[in-house]
């Protein structure tokens, strides 16, 4: 049971290039979310998910795309990186979406030059 | 939306004393509260929460506490030890999504 897996965990990607930032769980979890960390700002919620097939917009969702195929995977794509999108990001899955803990992943931090 | 404000973004402590982190949200809808501990380059891992039908659980050294009137919520860990150092984040939410704080960072010095 490896939980919430995130790859990779470190990128660097030059300003306009586009990447795939993986999350898996297997815990049979409905809920999947993405949120990115900035020293100071906290968790950010950018999409969440709550079930195959259905996904929509949190808080900071611009330059960022996500899709849910399946129930255990949840891809977080930047289309054209930009240094404002530097950040440690984190997939986080859930029982439920607002009243159960959350599981999250190790994190991936990019830096976007 | 909702905001959550947590107090203070920095706290240092001597081994075996306590630390109290507290936390203010806006919605009155919220109605459930968790308490996630993140070590450096690791991600959040829940420590404890607490519901609205509750007014203070406790789990070993660490406890929570919730004054709905006040809309305020507060985390207890007693006796701490260099292990507790880490951030922690407060979060609150209604049923629709977690909103979290801003973190505390905690540092337990021997």
């Known amino acids: 049971n490896a939980g919430v897996t995130q790859t990779p965990k470190f990128q660097v990607l030059k300003t306009g290039q586009s990447m795939t930032l993986q999350c898996a769980q297997d815990?049979?979890?409905?809920?999947m979310s993405w949120y990115r960390q900035d020293p100071g700002m906290g968790l950010r919620l950018i999409h969440y998910s709550v079930g195959a097939g259905i996904t929509d917009q949190g808080e900071v969702p611009n330059g960022y795309n996500v899709s849910r195929s399946t129930t255990e995977d949840f891809p977080l794509r930047l289309l054209s990186a930009a240094p404002s999108q530097t950040s440690v990001y984190f997939c986080?899955?859930?029982?439920?979406?607002?009243?159960?803990?959350?599981?999250f992943g190790s994190g991936t931090r990019l830096t976007v030059v | 939306g909702e905001n959550v404000e947590q107090h203070p973004s920095t706290l240092s402590v001597q081994e075996g004393d306590s630390a109290v982190i507290k936390c203010t949200y806006s919605d009155s809808a919220s109605n459930y509260f968790p308490w996630y501990k993140q070590e450096l380059g690791k991600g959040p891992q829940l420590i404890i929460d607490i519901r609205s039908n509750v007014g203070e659980k406790k789990d070993q050294r660490i406890a929570v506490t919730l004054n709905k009137t006040a809309k305020h919520f507060s985390l207890h860990i007693t006796e701490t030890q260099p292990e507790d150092s880490a951030v922690y984040f407060c979060a609150s939410s209604s049923g629709y999504a977690l909103n979290f704080g801003k973190g505390t960072s905690l540092l337990v010095t021997p």
């Open positions: 986080a899955s859930s029982y439920n979406r607002g009243n159960y803990g959350y599981t």
């Open positions: 815990m049979n979890h409905e809920y």
